[in-house]
């Protein structure tokens, strides 16, 4: 590496204000050994329980409280060693960390895998009256929920089985990441001032913004020549984890693996199928997006390396971490004292944050809250890229509805899912987005900020959209026979691609191998909830911001709301009705309608 070469520093090289204090969690790793053998002394708890749940209400309240203690221990320390490892995924004591804590996660599961079962061989009569005692009132929702998986539950035997394979159905997962931020290596390019860059997912999305073309495209190539390399092996990990979710499906008597994601939420797959139908109807106006950014842009032709750039190129602002968390703050007043004043604390006193990029950090940004501890935000930050401070206020809207969650709900019901998570991130996305678009008096400025609210709902609202098409083909052919290779990846993907991107975007042929970079597939259709969620939260939002006081209480309540209800009745609650194609179409509205004042203001 050249001398000059702006390197990705090591971990021992950041500055500590610049990185999360973990002490909320455990002020040591001594601490954490202690803990860690306090879990797995009470593992040996379950055994006094089982075969006595339907006994009394005493006992199966008495379980199920050991069974949220333990579960509430076992989350603190699992956390803690997430979040080393996380730091740098190199340093092989962290990973050492996280791999004992997954050990005991499967062992707690193992142990506690008659649970489900017994709770549901308790005859309905029986049940019915045990519900009737105080001591179970606070379990009675948890139970009716047990209630509802038992066409989907096996006996004690064959549940005790499905949990001793926890880690090891982890193992697609766990290769894919270590491929993807460790061991993959790009090499380094000089930007559009002559700094020579070391590629890195972080550095990467930087180079895409920028205003060079060709430092956009040898970037873009160097990039996938590293997936291309190790294309094999990638399909091979993706085509293990789908394997293994169509597994857990045909064992739990799913009729398929979409079917099984959707229930613990309680989500019909019409949600699904809705999602896919507005977005494709709005697709033309993507097309006459790319025409317009072509044009703006004076290229001959557009690949996906021009899609990132913003159109406005002499515009772009540098944004220092400090100024991001004020402007961020500020663009959240709409939600009152408490809720800015808690978050400016977390990010500035109370260091909630991990900022920089340093070489073996987790890739991406996410937040990772619970009910102990501070919720903790991970971030790989460039002060260049303004996505980067909407992925600050997007990842602050998650440790928030942590923080009210976890201070308003017990601990068997703080723990929100990610249906309803995607609207609170986006949620402050768009008041952020209010924020700018409110303060800005240059034409120039305005269109700015529109190409990038565009680009937002084109990223997480039609983009993700693509993606879970893919899931959804991808399991598909799994569930017939069909092995998942790479030309069978690259042929759906470029089907996709023909139909997202329209006839006249230039589809090179290393995006096809696009789908074997997405960490979220990893995680079976869950990237529809992005989209279904920035599509409730731009209702929510316009809700807060030009209602009163009981459209911000609704909506406040909602991010207190944890799991105690299912997402679709908590987003009913606050004004948004998701099982209608409704809040989709009027998302792809306004994204047209935003297509339109771009143009009207640029041309």
């Known amino acids: 590496m050249s001398a000059n070469t702006i390197a990705v520093p090591k971990r021992a090289q950041m500055n500590p204000q610049h990185c999360w204090d973990l002490a909320s969690l455990c002020p040591s790793e001594n601490q954490w050994e202690k803990l860690l053998k306090q879990w797995e002394k009470m593992i040996g708890g379950y055994a006094r329980f089982k075969g006595k749940l339907g006994r009394s209400a005493k006992t199966l309240a008495a379980c199920l409280q050991f069974d949220a203690d333990i579960s509430r221990l076992a989350d603190r320390v699992a956390r803690y060693a997430f979040l080393r490892e996380s730091e740098d995924q190199g340093n092989s004591s962290s990973v050492r960390m996280k791999g004992r804590a997954m050990r005991l996660a499967t062992r707690t599961n193992e142990a506690s895998a008659y649970l489900r079962p017994e709770i549901l ?211 959240l007043a709409p939600l009152g004292d408490e809720y800015c004043r808690t978050l400016h604390n977390g990010l500035t006193k109370q260091r909630w944050a991990d900022v920089y990029p340093n070489q073996g950090k987790q890739s991406g940004a996410f937040s990772a809250g619970g009910f102990d501890g501070y919720p903790y935000i991970l971030m790989n930050y460039q002060e260049r890229v303004l996505d980067h401070v909407f992925t600050l206020t997007h ?16 601990y068997q019901y703080h723990d929100y899912v990610i249906f309803v998570a995607e609207v609170a991130s986006t949620f402050n996305e768009q008041l952020l987005l ?91 259709f869950y990237v529809y909830k992005y989209a279904t969620g920035l599509s409730a939260a731009i209702a929510l939002s316009q809700r807060v911001l030009n209602g009163g006081a009981k459209e911000l209480n609704g909506y406040l309540s909602f991010l207190k709301g944890g799991c105690s209800k299912f997402p679709l009745d908590l987003l009913k609650d606050a004004g948004v009705d998701m099982s209608k194609p409704a809040p989709v179409d009027a998302a792809m509205k306004k994204f047209g309608t935003m297509v339109d004042e771009l143009e009207s203001l640029m041309t």
């Open 434 to 524: 209010e924020h700018l678009l409110a303060k800005t008096t240059d034409k120039m400025e305005r269109a700015y900020l529109l190409n990038h609210a565009i680009d937002e709902i084109r990223t997480t609202l039609i983009r993700q959209t693509m993606f879970a098409e893919f899931e959804r083909r991808t399991h598909e052919l799994v569930e017939k026979g069909e092995p998942l290779t790479v030309d069978c990846l690259r042929g759906e993907y470029r089907k996709l691609l023909d139909t997202y991107f329209g006839p006249d975007f230039v589809i090179d042929p290393q995006v096809e191998l696009e789908c074997l970079r997405i960490p979220h597939f990893y995680r079976a």
């Open 121 to 331: 061989a308790i005859s309905q009569g029986k049940l019915k009256k045990m519900l009737k005692s105080p001591l179970l009132k606070q379990w009675q929702l948890a139970i009716e929920r047990i209630a509802r998986y038992k066409p989907h539950t096996l006996d004690d035997g064959r549940e005790k089985l499905l949990a001793m394979q926890g880690q090891m159905s982890d193992a697609a997962r766990q290769v894919f990441r270590q491929l993807n931020d460790t061991d993959l290596k790009w090499g380094s390019i000089k930007n559009e001032r002559g700094e020579m860059i070391e590629i890195s997912h972080a550095s990467y999305s930087t180079l895409l913004h920028s205003s060079d073309r060709s430092v956009r495209q040898e970037a873009f190539v160097k990039y996938y020549q590293q997936y291309d390399a190790h294309r094999n092996s990638l399909a091979a990990a993706y085509n293990g984890s789908v394997e293994t979710d169509v597994y857990y499906a045909r064992a739990r008597n799913y009729k398929n693996s979409l079917e099984a994601s959707l229930f613990p939420d309680n989500v019909p797959v019409k949600v699904y199928d809705n999602l896919v139908k507005s977005v494709g109807r709005g697709l033309p106006g993507l097309y006459r997006f790319y025409k317009l950014r072509q044009k703006l842009m004076k290229l001959s032709d557009i690949h996906q390396y021009d899609v990132y750039v913003p159109i406005l190129s002499n515009l772009q602002k540098t944004t220092p971490w400090p100024d991001a968390v004020k402007l961020v703050v500020e663009s």
């Open 395 to 410: 990842e602050s809207g998650h440790s928030m509805h942590s923080f009210f969650s976890a201070r308003s709900q017990p």
